[in-house]
């Protein structure tokens, strides 16, 4: 029988962290542990079992026999776990830290003001919020739930689709006024037309002109860091920017920004996925509440 002193579920999910995460740093920075903290842990585990569970010889982190045999059953060990804890709290409302990363159009425009209807329904979840356009590591942020526009890349990772969007193109009147409406793709030859400062999964904006499908190159400025920038850019008058009509739809009813080119638009879409860290039974009743209440309520 082992020790009351000795925390072995807490052992046990330390390892599994480390062997999921690849090193002893980067299970330390998403445990918030040093990485000597966590190294002292596993070699104490090790101690107690009686075997070497993980490789020291090489650079890259590598299970020996017994290491991966104990990740097996530790892993399996966690799962019972959670359900147990589960089954436990059965009839408790969701509650605990529900750490939310969108992209940032979608966080302005859609997040934020859904939130307070979501802390109503759930006032035992507390919401942290962070809004960026740069891709992120889920396990490295501690994020329960990414909200990501685009294709996604393929990963280990779970992705619940909430809408899609066509694009448009837009400028401000203003701009118009200053520098003519394009009304063919070779004509934006002499517009500026407004990037983002990071990579794209398309290089260009396509166009479809008379059953061909053409490619306009982007090489505006100012370049900017996010969509929502975008869009306040192309109101300002500075340029043409490439947006999801969802999120402009209320500038354009408004008469701030004006569609262009519609007749060559080629009717392509933008998703928008909610991706996030396991599923079925394992999924925290925290996020599952969060999931469908995003299915419930976004509209794009």
């Known amino acids: 029988m082992a020790r009351p002193d000795i925390n072995r579920s807490g052992e046990i999910e330390v390892f599994v962290r480390v062997v999921e995460a690849g090193s002893f740093s980067a299970a330390a920075r998403q445990l918030r542990m040093t990485p000597s903290a966590v190294s002292k842990l596993i070699a104490r585990l090790e101690a107690r079992l009686g075997a070497r569970l993980v490789s020291r010889s090489t650079r890259r982190l590598q299970l020996t026999p017994e290491g991966a045999a104990f990740h097996d059953s530790g892993t399996r060990i966690l799962a019972d776990l959670d359900a147990a804890e589960r089954e436990a709290a059965a009839g408790a409302a969701p509650r605990g830290r529900l750490r939310v990363n969108s992209y940032v159009p979608f966080g302005h425009h859609r997040l934020i003001p859904l939130l307070?209807?979501?802390?109503?329904?759930?006032?035992?979840?507390?919401?942290?919020?962070?809004?960026?356009?740069?891709?992120?590591?889920?396990?490295?942020?501690?994020?329960?739930?990414?909200?990501?526009?685009?294709?996604?890349?393929?990963?280990?990772?779970?992705?619940?689709?909430?809408?899609?969007?066509?694009?448009?193109?837009?400028?401000?009147?203003?701009?118009?006024?200053?520098?003519?409406?394009?009304?063919?793709?070779?004509?934006?030859?002499?517009?500026?037309?407004?990037?983002?400062?990071?990579?794209?999964?398309?290089?260009?904006?396509?166009?479809?002109?008379?059953?061909?499908?053409?490619?306009?190159?982007?090489?505006?400025?100012?370049?900017?860091?996010?969509?929502?920038?975008?869009?306040?850019?192309?109101?300002?008058?500075?340029?043409?920017?490439?947006?999801?009509?969802?999120?402009?739809?209320?500038?354009?009813?408004?008469?701030?920004?004006?569609?262009?080119?519609?007749?060559?638009?080629?009717?392509?879409?933008?998703?928008?996925?909610?991706?996030?860290?396991g599923q079925g039974r394992h999924l925290p009743a925290r996020v599952r509440a969060f999931l469908d209440f995003l299915a419930e309520t976004v509209r794009l």
Do not use: C
């Not at 809408?163 to 203003?174: E, I, K, L, Y």
């Not at 996010?226 to 354009?252: C, F, K, N, Q, Y």
């Not at 080629?266 to 860290?277: C, K, N, R």
């Open 116 to 277: 307070p209807r979501f802390i109503e329904r759930y006032p035992e979840i507390s919401v942290e919020a962070v809004l960026t356009d740069s891709v992120i590591d889920l396990m490295e942020e501690r994020a329960d739930v990414a909200i990501r526009a685009g294709p996604l890349r393929e990963s280990r990772l779970v992705a619940r689709k909430l809408g899609q969007s066509r694009m448009v193109v837009v400028a401000a009147p203003s701009y118009l006024a200053a520098r003519g409406t394009p009304r063919t793709p070779v004509d934006l030859a002499g517009h500026n037309l407004l990037a983002f400062g990071f990579a794209r999964h398309m290089d260009g904006w396509p166009f479809v002109d008379a059953g061909v499908e053409v490619v306009a190159p982007v090489a505006g400025t100012p370049t900017v860091s996010d969509g929502e920038a975008m869009r306040l850019t192309a109101l300002s008058g500075a340029g043409l920017a490439r947006l999801a009509r969802w999120h402009v739809e209320p500038d354009i009813e408004a008469g701030r920004l004006v569609p262009l080119l519609e007749d060559l638009n080629p009717g392509d879409l933008e998703p928008t996925h909610a991706v996030y860290v």
